[in-house]
């Protein structure tokens, strides 16, 4: 298994926005296609205006597979037109991580 980690950096006042929107319309098309929703989370210390979110694959040909039927969905692009007005993103960081053999989670 491996874990693709996302951090998305948000402007200042655009969060709150940018999850209301996401929940409607982009998660269900993520979950129909990504599948096992491992945590999705805001930060409250350190550098704010974050979302993390992590998702569980079998391997990077999971993913690939998993997320190329994602991009190809005319929902994924509905949702990415509803929120590319919002001038919310700034940045994006993505890794993946593998675990190790003690970790809790395989």
């Given at each position: ?24 319309h982009g ?62 993103l700034k ?16």
């Amino acid at each position: 298994m491996i874990i693709d980690h996302r951090t998305y950096d948000f402007h200042p006042g655009k969060l709150k926005d940018w999850i209301a929107v996401y929940k409607e319309h982009g998660l269900p098309v993520q979950e129909k296609h990504l599948g096992r929703l491992i945590g999705f989370f805001t930060t409250e210390v350190g550098p704010i205006n974050q979302i993390v979110f992590m998702w569980a694959y079998d391997n990077m040909g999971d993913r690939e597979v998993r997320r190329a039927a994602m991009d190809a969905d005319p929902a994924w692009a509905a949702f990415r037109a509803k929120t590319g007005p919002l001038g919310a993103l700034k940045q994006q960081t993505n890794k993946i991580l593998a675990p190790t053999d003690f970790s809790p989670i395989q």
